[in-house]
């Protein structure tokens, strides 16, 4: 932070300033007691406040996540569900192929490329920031288009699995159209794991998204991560990875809870567990 050539009377200010002339595990004490009253510390370069910092960036953070999950769940069901209603077909092939297209296409991939489409050959989009009109869009479409294959994939394999159930033929004896009875018997038990997987994903958005926020130059928590990596601003950095850690066992802990709520066999597993 202060370079090779620093005077030892700055160095020893600078670690006194950050509280590395305590030992190890007073500093971690003060830091634990400093964290359970939301006080992490201040940045080393700008002097606010970490929890400000990050609470500054969260709202980009949640605004990208929240458009990209929308926007892979509206492209993901459809798909998924007319793959597994067509399975053995050329339509089955050819989404199942797009899928694994997405599914294997990195996001420092995908981003850059839909720059170069949208932003800089058609100039239709921004290429970086918030502001700007239609900014959300590349950014979000990066993230869902990962995300959109992966839980097409699910949404196909697990409705096709419930489709050979013999309830489901039970259903079509009965008189009841073959699609009303997939869609309304075995897509009500092939919802669960797809929620529990698309709850986690969410999970991911929120605090993965480092590389499409870099790429896009997005103002929200992984870009502040970065940032804060590049210019040595630890206190920063420990608040922010504390951010990310917090965030996603929030979210996996929502989404067991409604994988639970939801599936009758995941509460009897757990209630079997429990005794």
Same mark, same amino acid.
């Given at each position: 932070m202060? !370079?090779? %050539? &620093?005077?030892? $009377?700055? /160095?020893?200010?600078?670690? @006194?300033?950050? %509280?590395?002339? =305590?030992?190890?595990?007073?500093q971690y004490v003060a830091w634990l007691s400093g964290a359970v009253r939301?006080?992490?510390? #201040?940045?080393?370069?700008? @002097?606010r406040k970490v929890t400000r910092e990050i609470l500054a960036a969260v709202p980009a953070t949640a605004e990208l996540a929240l458009a990209a999950f929308l926007g892979a769940i509206l492209v993901a069901v459809p798909t998924g569900v007319a793959s597994a209603l067509a399975r053995g077909k050329p339509l089955d092939g050819f989404l199942r &192929?797009? #899928?694994?297209?997405?599914?294997s296409t990195p996001n420092y991939v995908s981003g850059p490329l839909l720059v170069l489409v949208f932003s800089i050959g058609l100039g239709?989009?921004? /290429?970086? !920031? =918030?502001?700007?009109r239609g900014a959300l869009l590349l950014p979000a479409a990066t993230l869902a288009f990962a995300l959109a294959a992966l839980l097409s994939r699910m949404v196909r394999a697990c409705l096709a699995e419930e489709m050979d159930r013999p309830y489901v033929a039970a259903a079509i004896a009965r008189g009841e159209r073959p699609l009303r009875a997939i869609l309304r018997h075995a897509g009500r038990n092939a919802l669960p794991p797809v929620l529990v997987v698309a709850g986690l994903q969410f999970g991911s958005l929120l605090t993965g998204a480092v590389v499409t926020e870099t790429i896009f130059s997005?103002?929200?928590?992984?870009r502040l991560l970065v940032q804060s990596i590049q210019r040595r601003d630890y206190p920063?950095?420990?608040?922010?990875?504390?951010?990310?850690?917090?965030?996603?066992?929030?979210?996996?802990? #929502? /989404?067991? $809870?409604?994988a639970a &709520?939801?599936?009758p066999r995941a509460r009897a597993r757990a209630a079997g567990e429990g005794a």
């Open positions: 202060l !370079g090779e %050539g &620093a005077a030892p $009377a700055d /160095v020893a200010g600078l670690r @006194k300033d950050l %509280g590395l002339d =305590r030992p190890l595990l007073g939301g006080d992490l510390g #201040s940045s080393i370069l700008t @002097k &192929a797009v #899928s694994l297209l997405g599914v239709l989009l921004p /290429v970086s !920031g =918030r502001d700007g997005w103002p929200g928590v992984g920063l950095v420990q608040g922010c990875v504390l951010f990310i850690a917090v965030t996603f066992i929030l979210v996996n802990a #929502s /989404v067991d $809870a409604l &709520a939801l599936d």
